[in-house]
């Protein structure tokens, strides 16, 4: 139980890039959080986040069979300075 408990840290960033690749099909296939694990709130950390690189449209014409529903949050576009600009409804 102990294991759980550690923080992740702050102000992570998970980068993501798929291409060509085929999910579960199960919209309880695959689980996508900023922070995942801690039992203790005071545990989860700030600032931590995944991103998808490009758009839900660039994602779905690449890939396949993933539940985008409980991705789309987590869409965004990188820029050459290292910023990330977050994707609303694309």
């Known amino acids: 139980m102990a294991a759980r408990n550690f923080s992740p840290g702050d102000r992570n960033i998970l980068h993501v890039l798929i291409r ?4 579960s099909s199960s ?6 959080a900023n922070v995942s694990g801690p039992e203790l ?3 989860l950390g700030t600032g931590n ?3 998808f690189e490009g758009s839900q449209q660039e994602f779905t014409q690449s890939n396949s069979g993933f539940s985008l529903h409980r991705l789309q949050n987590f869409f965004c576009i990188s820029h050459e300075d290292g910023f990330s600009a977050w994707l609303k409804n694309t």
């Open 20 to 23: 060509d690749a085929v999910g």
């Open 27 to 32: 919209p309880r296939g695959n689980r996508y």
């Open 41 to 43: 709130e005071t545990n």
């Open 49 to 51: 986040r995944l991103e």
